[in-house]
């Protein structure tokens, strides 16, 4: 059973350029959540995704902006790149049923460097 | 708004050493509250849990008991070993919202030197 997938691993772009960023929830989960974790700094809250719609978002700009299909995968795109948003961009998918208590899964995270 | 504190790193311990990473909350509600482990080049992994005052979230000899009155989460293994050699995250997720989002800690580095 595969867990959290996210692609690409690394990215470089520069500064003004739009990136999209892919995930692929563990099977049989319904709920994605991006997480933006800073050098040295624990993961930040983004957005989730559910039923294909923006559940809830954290305190990021609208340069972020998500996307879920109906196969539950999910995209996280970021327009005008600053440099401030390079990072490591982590994905996590738990099932809707059941709670707030639900674990989340989380992937191995899309390392972007802004230059 | 709900908040993380966990003592800064980095720890460095010796093999078999007792390990304590200190964390407290603040929270408006009544959270659960997590450990997450970070090793290197990977995503998190959630090491251990508990969503109620009292509770203890153990696993792989890690522990951490939910304290209510000091809004406190500390991690505490009694023997560590070189593969314990991770960043590790405090986390809580607030009860009754909207989501499970996660707010986590800034992280605490832990080496362990044979």
């Known amino acids: 059973d595969a867990g959290v997938t996210q692609s690409p691993t690394h990215l470089i772009k520069t500064r003004g350029q739009q990136v999209t960023l892919r995930c692929s929830p563990k099977s049989g989960h319904d709920t994605v959540s991006w997480y933006q974790q800073a050098l040295g700094q624990g993961p930040q809250f983004i957005f989730q995704y559910y039923e294909e719609e923006e559940r809830q978002r954290g305190n990021f700009p609208d340069r972020f902006s998500g996307h879920q299909f109906p196969n539950y995968s999910s995209e996280l795109n970021v327009n005008a790149l600053l440099l401030g948003d390079s990072a490591l961009y982590l994905c996590?998918?738990?099932?809707?049923?059941?709670?707030?208590?639900?674990?989340?899964?989380f992937g191995p995270g899309t390392r972007l460097t802004v230059l | 708004g709900d908040s993380v504190t966990q003592m800064e790193g980095p720890v460095t311990l010796s093999e078999e050493a007792f390990l304590t990473i200190n964390c407290t909350y603040t929270?408006?509600?009544?959270?659960?509250l997590f450990w997450y482990v970070q090793y290197p080049g990977e995503g998190l992994q959630l090491l251990l849990k508990a969503t109620k005052a009292d509770d203890k979230g153990s696993n792989k000899g890690f522990e951490a008991t939910y304290r209510k009155e000091t809004t406190s989460f500390h991690l505490e293994k009694g023997s560590v070993q070189v593969s314990d050699s991770a960043v590790y995250f405090c986390a809580l997720s607030e009860r009754g919202g909207a989501t499970n989002k996660l707010i986590f800690g800034t992280g605490t580095l832990l080496a362990v030197q044979p």
């Open positions: 996590a998918s738990s099932l809707s049923v059941g709670g707030p208590y639900n674990e989340q899964f």
């Open positions: 929270a408006t509600g009544y959270p659960s």
